[in-house]
């Protein structure tokens, strides 16, 4: 198997992650998480993503809010699998805003955010983050299938941008 570092950069956009839906649907019948977006691009000679997840339908939560996390991702083949392992380094939230911050440095790394990336952190738990590739062909590189085995679902992304369009 080649491993598909290139084909990944980019931003992509999920469109299919049922588990996120049937977690959420007990307490809102709005969509939730909406949009997740991943950009990847090569940094160092490593391929580093960005994760953005828009919420604005939780129960006792800011009117709006952005999850965002940084990090390093790895393909690596197991059992005849390609796999993906993330390794995320930094965690912030942007609450009330249109579009997330790029970086957790873009607004200084107040307390807050220092308290905001510690917790998520120490939450992050890495036995969970490596995922199967299902589909990711080079005949169709805006299409992307992986699987989320904690929870036993696919999870199902589509480029909207290429890197020259950032």
């Not at 993503?49 to 129960?59: A, C, D």
């Not at 940084?70 to 059992?79: H, L």
């Not at 062909?137 to 299938?145: A, K, L, M, R, S």
């Amino acid at each position: 198997h080649q491993l598909p570092n290139d084909n990944f950069i980019g931003t992509w956009e999920v469109f299919y992650a049922p588990h996120l839906k049937n977690a959420t649907k007990v307490i809102t019948k709005q969509p939730v998480f909406n949009p997740i977006q991943y950009k990847f691009e090569v940094c160092s000679d490593k391929l580093h993503i960005k994760s953005h997840v828009f919420t604005s339908n939780l129960p006792l939560m800011p009117a709006t809010l952005w999850l965002s996390t940084s990090g390093s991702v790895e393909f690596f083949t197991s059992e005849n699998t390609v796999k993906a392992r993330i390794k995320f380094d930094q965690i912030w939230i942007d609450v009330n805003t249109t579009i997330p911050r790029q970086s957790v440095n873009d607004l200084g790394h107040g307390m807050f955010s220092k308290i905001i990336d510690f917790l998520g952190l120490l939450f992050f738990i890495e036995d969970l983050s490596e995922f199967p590739l299902v589909f990711c062909d080079e005949n169709h590189p805006e299409f992307v299938i992986f699987e989320f085995p904690p929870l036993n679902t696919k999870i199902a992304a589509m480029r909207v941008a290429s890197p020259s369009e950032k």
